[in-house]
Structure formats: C-alpha cells, structure tokens
C-alpha cells in the first residue's frame, strides 16, 4: 500500500467539503425478521454517510457487516426500516415513479459480471436494455457505442455482437459498466466491483473507475473488504463493523493512521503492514446479537490487552455505546479509547 495509483488531484475539484451531500443515509435502520424464530438482525443499524458530487467513497468491513444491505438501501432497492435516503437534499420515496427515475442516476455496478449479464444477449443488447427500460429517445447505437468506450471497449461496433462467453473477465466487467454509463447516471454504486476478477484486470478496472470521476464528474460509493482496494481508488472510506459506521476520514488519514481498533486489526493483516498482525477473538459479528456498550468490544485488541483499562475508559468499553458518527467528511471514530487517547 505503499503508493496510490489514483491519477491526481485528488480529490476533485468538484468534491468539495461544503458542498451538499449528492447521496447520503440518514439515520439508516435496515432490521431483518429472525431466522427460525430467533432475534432479528440489526444489518444495518443506525448509519449516517454522505456521498459528495465528484468523490469516491469506499465502504469497508469483513464480510457480513452490512455493506451490501447498505448499498442495496441506498439505491432503493430495500426499503428502510427506519431513517432515510437523501439525493441531492430531496429524501427518496418509493413510488415506483419516483424509483424508476431514481435508478436512472444512481446505477449499480455488481460484483460478478458473469451473474449480471444475461448469457443469450448480446453486448449492444445488454448496454441498449436500460435505454429501452427508460424509453430513450435519440440515436440508440450511437449511445451504446459512446457508452462502450467510455469503458475502454473499442472500437465499440467490434463488441456488439460478441456475447459474454466470448470476453474475458474485465471485458465482462466494462460491459457491466458500460450498461451503468449508458443512462448518464450521476452516481455509481459499486458492489466489491474487482472481487471476482484476476488481480491483473484489478488495477485496469480501478483505473477506468478514477477515469470516469475525472472525465465525467462522476461519484462513486464502491463497497469492498479490501482495504488495498480503497487506498487506490478512494478520497474518503467508511469503515463499517456489525451495522455501524466505526470510523470515517479521509482515506490518507483513515488508512496511514487508523484510530478505531478494528481498522488498526484489519490494516494489520495487510501484506504491507509493518507490525505484528492483531488476530481478532471472541465470536464472529452476528447482526441478530449485537452486543451490548460498544458492540466491538468482545473482540477489540485494545480492551483485550489493559490498554483501554490504563486509559480510564474499560467500563465504558463494556457499557457505553460510542454512537453514531455523524454524515459529513470530517474525520471521526466511534471509540472510547481513541477519544480518550487524542493528542491535541
Ligand atoms: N434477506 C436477509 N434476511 C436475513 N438476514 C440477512 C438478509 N440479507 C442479509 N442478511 C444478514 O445481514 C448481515 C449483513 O449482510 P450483508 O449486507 O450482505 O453484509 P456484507 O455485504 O457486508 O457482507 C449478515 O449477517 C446477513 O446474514
Ligand atoms: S470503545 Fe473500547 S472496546 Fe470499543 S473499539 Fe474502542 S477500545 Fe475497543
Ligand atoms: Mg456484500
């Protein structure tokens, strides 16, 4: 992680921090009925995040904390089960109206090219499906054709009629993004868009992501578990533990100076990290039995280890939630300790 790939200045001209948010969750509860009658599952569980026009956010955190549920409820795809989705300062309501014309700005980008495209359409047919979904009107090949180049697929008129089989990984994950583009959208959402593609196409991906912020003044919320990932490509990073924004800044700061214990333990595990690797105990996160005072704090090396004792703040650790961190850019952790142990 020791340099960033992004193509400078970063962050772009038109993220700037007094800006309006262009999307943001407020107070986002997302609760799932219980499993075999059991609790239910608090997978999103009090969040506020704000995405700015021309910055790239990555959403971070292992497996299982929330990041898709998140992703899905921002492009109103679940429907909150308390608090709400900002776009461009207007809350989004959920007439199928309103969503329609909604999903035309915020597009999704998913994980496996290979499970979003359909195998019997073509590459024109599956970047023109959004144009006719939304009634486009105008030259049709001429737009598909722009949109594959946008995403680096040319000449254009050489793909439309390949199918998916016929392309290789990345080529599968730029039509995907070509079928984003196409409608002009002014946000990506985009759900671990590398994860299932060969560490060599990784960066070229990353790279057409940077490009299209620089070119298009597109934003980006880009969800991952790699925190590699979020270096390269991100102006700021959320990072996400049970259902909860934990820690949040600018993704130089958030990543070379970590200051919530579970960003400390996943930047340790990193091949690049200088110290001893922090293996995290206790069970893994189960959003149906959120714990009690701060909900990391069965596993937190930091309490584990009498740090959080010597600091006066172990009792809290165990009985005080830290609470939720407010939406805007500013740095900020949901931590006792770190709070505690702040050098002026
Ligand atoms: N439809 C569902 N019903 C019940 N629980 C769910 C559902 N979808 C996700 N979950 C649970 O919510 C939690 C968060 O899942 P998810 O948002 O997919 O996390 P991530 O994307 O970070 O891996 C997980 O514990 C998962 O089991
Ligand atoms: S509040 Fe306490 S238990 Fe929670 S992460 Fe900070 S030090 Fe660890
Ligand atoms: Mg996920």
């Avoid at 790939?5 to 107070?27: F, H, K, M």
């Avoid at 506020?48 to 992703?71: H, P, Q, Y």
């Avoid at 486009?136 to 180049?149: F, I, K, M």
Wanted: charged share 20%; hydrophobic share 40%.
């Amino acid at each position: 992680m020791t340099e960033r790939q992004t193509t400078t200045p970063v962050p772009s001209p038109e993220a700037s921090p007094t800006a309006p948010p262009l999307l943001s969750a407020q107070g986002l509860r997302i609760t799932y009925p219980g499993r075999h009658g059991g609790p239910p599952a608090r997978a999103v569980d009090g969040v506020e995040l704000d995405v700015r026009a021309g910055e790239i956010v990555a959403l971070v955190g292992e497996s299982g904390c929330g990041k898709t549920t998140l992703a899905r409820a921002l492009l109103g795809l679940v429907r909150p089960t308390e608090g709400r989705v900002g776009f461009g300062g207007e809350p989004l309501e959920y007439s199928a109206r309103t969503l329609k014309a909604y999903r035309r700005r915020v597009q999704l980008v998913l994980q496996d090219p290979t499970g979003s495209l359909n195998p019997r359409h073509t590459v024109y047919d599956a970047v023109a499906e959004g144009l006719r979904i939304h009634g486009h009107r105008g030259d049709e090949r001429a737009t598909v054709a722009a949109a594959l180049s946008r995403a680096g697929l040319r000449p254009p008129e050489r793909f439309f009629l390949r199918y998916p089989h016929e392309l290789s990984g990345g080529q599968r994950q730029r039509v995907v993004i070509a079928g984003a583009l196409v409608l002009e959208p002014e946000l990506l959402v985009a759900d671990e868009p590398v994860a299932s593609l060969d560490a060599s196409v990784r960066g070229e991906i990353l790279a057409l992501l940077l490009r299209l912020r620089t070119e298009l003044g597109l934003s980006a919320l880009v969800v991952t578990h790699d925190l590699g990932l979020a270096w390269n490509i991100a102006d700021r990073v959320a990072v996400m533990y049970l259902g909860r924004i934990v820690e949040t800044g600018d993704v130089e700061q958030v990543l070379t100076a970590p200051r919530h214990p579970y960003t400390q333990a996943l930047l340790s595990v990193l091949p690049e990290a200088a110290g001893a690797p922090v293996v995290l105990t206790g069970e893994p996160p189960d959003p149906s039995r959120i714990p009690s005072g701060c909900r990391f704090h069965a596993r937190c090396q930091i309490l584990a280890s009498g740090e959080a004792e010597r600091a006066g703040v172990a009792g809290a650790c165990r009985d005080e939630d830290p609470g939720v961190l407010e939406g805007g850019g500013q740095a900020q952790v949901a931590c006792h300790w770190a709070r505690a142990t702040v050098t002026a």
